[in-house]
C-alpha cells in the first residue's frame, strides 16, 4: 500500500472510527446516547486508523485472556471495530492494520489474538483459524418436560440493568472456564452495559444463587414471532455446575407467554435435549464457526496448554509472522523447540483451529490442512491435541 498512513487513533477520534466501523456494517452512525456508553468500550491506544485524505480503514483491540485446554489462561488481544470504507476496499487496506496490529501486539508481547468474523474468507489469509463454534437451537417449551433425575438447583432472581453488571462480573468470574472462554475486562463490560439497554424487547437477567453466591446466569429477551407466538431469546448465559445449568432450564420453562426458546451459538456439546424427557424438544436450527484465533507467540502458545499421550514432532508454517515457523517437540512435559525432523507438519492457521481442540488433526489431514509423515501417525496426533469437552468462547466482542 503507498500513500497511506497508519497510526493508533487520537480520543477525539474514536467516534470518526465507530462512524467508519457502523456505515462498513452498513448502519447508521451510533446515536449521541448511545455513543456515550459505547466510547467507554474503546480501550485506550488500542484504535487503528488508515488515512489517504480522511480516516479509510480501522480496527480496535482490547486486553483479555484466553483459557487453553489443561486450564492455564494466555494473554490475548480480542479484536474487533475492522472496516474499510466502501470505495477504499481491496486495496491492501486491511492488510496494512493486520500488520499493524501484529506488530503492536508483539511489542506488547500478547501471546493470540482472537475475533468474531463477520465473512468466513478474510482473516484466514492473516494465520487466523476457525477455533471455537456454536450451534443454535430452538426449545418448544410445552415438550420440554425436565426428566425427573434433573437436580433441582438453586434460587434463580432477577436483577435490575443498573445492578447487572455488578452481579453479571461478579457470577462470571466465579465461572469454571471451558477452552475458548475469555476474561471479561473493564472496557468488555463498558460495551455490554450498552448492549442490554439497547433493543426493541426489553431485556431481563436471571441469577442463579449456588451454595457460593452467584453462579450462573441467563439475560434475554422474549419478543413476538410473525405468527404471534413468544419467543424467548437467550442472549448470554453462564453457569458453573449441573445444579446451576439445571436451576437456569428449570426457571426458563417457567416464564409465561414464551411458546419457544431461542438458544444462539451455543456449545457443541451443552447437553440441553438431555434434561428433557422428550429430547426432541430441541431441534438444531443453525451454527458455524464462532471464535477465530491468531496463535502470535507459537512457542509460548504451545507451552501454555496440555498435551497428552506420546510425544511427536510438530512443524509449524506461519509465512506472515516467520518467528513462529519451526519444529516443535510436544510433549505431557510442555514444548520446546527441537531440530528432529517433523511428524505432522500445518501453518498456523490449522495449528490454531485445533490448539483449542475444535478440530482433530485427523479431521485437518483429511482436509488437506495438516501433512503426515506417514498415515499411522494420526491416532498419536488426536491424542496428543485432544481437550476436555468443546471449545467455546460465549462472548460477543
Ligand atoms: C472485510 C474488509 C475489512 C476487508 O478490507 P480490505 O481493505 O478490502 O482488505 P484487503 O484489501 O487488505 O484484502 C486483502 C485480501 O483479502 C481479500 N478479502 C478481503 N475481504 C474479503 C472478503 N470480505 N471476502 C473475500 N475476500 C476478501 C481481498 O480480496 C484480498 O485478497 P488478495 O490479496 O488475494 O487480493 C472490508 O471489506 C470491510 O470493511 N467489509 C465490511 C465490514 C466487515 O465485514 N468488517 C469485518 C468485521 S469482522
Redesign the pocket.
Known amino acids: 500500500m503507498t500513500d497511506h498512513r497508519t497510526r493508533v487513533l487520537r480520543e477525539d477520534e474514536v467516534r470518526a472510527a465507530n462512524t467508519l466501523?457502523r456505515a462498513?456494517?452498513h448502519m447508521k452512525p451510533a446515536p449521541d446516547e448511545d455513543w456515550d456508553r459505547t466510547r467507554h468500550a474503546y480501550q485506550p491506544g488500542r484504535t487503528l486508523g488508515v488515512f489517504d485524505d480522511a480516516l479509510i480503514?480501522t480496527a480496535r483491540s482490547t486486553d483479555s485472556d484466553l483459557t487453553v485446554p489443561g486450564g492455564a489462561a494466555v494473554s490475548s488481544a480480542a479484536v474487533?471495530g475492522?472496516?474499510?470504507r466502501?470505495d477504499?476496499?481491496?486495496?491492501?487496506?486491511?492488510?496494512?492494520l493486520m500488520r499493524a496490529q501484529f506488530a503492536d501486539f508483539a511489542e506488547r508481547g500478547v501471546v493470540v489474538a482472537n475475533?468474531?468474523?463477520?465473512?468466513g474468507?478474510?482473516y484466514g489469509?492473516f494465520g487466523y483459524g476457525v477455533a471455537t463454534h456454536g450451534r443454535s437451537s430452538t426449545v418448544r417449551r410445552r415438550q420440554a418436560v425436565l426428566r425427573p433425575d434433573v437436580p433441582p438447583g438453586g434460587e434463580v432472581e432477577l436483577v435490575d440493568v443498573d445492578a447487572a453488571r455488578a452481579v453479571l462480573a461478579e457470577g462470571y468470574a466465579r465461572i469454571g472456564r471451558r477452552a475458548g472462554m475469555m476474561a471479561r475486562p473493564d472496557h468488555w463490560w463498558n460495551y455490554y452495559d450498552g448492549a442490554l439497554r439497547r433493543g426493541d424487547d426489553p431485556v431481563a437477567i436471571a441469577v442463579h444463587h449456588g451454595g457460593r453466591g452467584v453462579d450462573g446466569f441467563v439475560v434475554y429477551r422474549v419478543g413476538r414471532a410473525p405468527g404471534g407466538s413468544g419467543v424467548l431469546t437467550v442472549e448470554d448465559m453462564h453457569y458453573d455446575d449441573a445444579a446451576a445449568f439445571a436451576g437456569l432450564w428449570r426457571y426458563l420453562l417457567s416464564v409465561d407467554l414464551v411458546d419457544e426458546i431461542s438458544l444462539v451459538y451455543r456449545p457443541l456439546d451443552e447437553p440441553v435435549d438431555l434434561l428433557f424427557t422428550d429430547p426432541r424438544a430441541v431441534t438444531v436450527t443453525g451454527g458455524g464457526d464462532e471464535t477465530w484465533l491468531r496463535l502470535l507467540d507459537v512457542p509460548a502458545a504451545l507451552a501454555a496448554r496440555r498435551w497428552a499421550g506420546e510425544p511427536l514432532v510438530v512443524e509449524v508454517v506461519d509465512p506472515v509472522l516467520e518467528h513462529n515457523a519451526g519444529r516443535y517437540l510436544l510433549s505431557e512435559d510442555g514444548a520446546e523447540r527441537t531440530g528432529e525432523p517433523a511428524a505432522v507438519r500445518l501453518g498456523v492457521d490449522a495449528l490454531a483451529m485445533a490448539y483449542l481442540g475444535g478440530w482433530r488433526p485427523s479431521a485437518l489431514a483429511r482436509a488437506g490442512r495438516l501433512w503426515l509423515a506417514e498415515p499411522g501417525i494420526v491416532h498419536a496426533a488426536d491424542r496428543l491435541f485432544a481437550a476436555h469437552g468443546a471449545p467455546w468462547c460465549g462472548t460477543f466482542f
Open positions: 466501523f462498513a456494517l480503514g474487533t475492522v472496516g474499510v466502501a477504499r476496499t481491496r486495496r491492501g487496506v486491511l492488510t496494512e475475533l468474531w468474523a463477520s465473512e474468507p478474510i489469509r
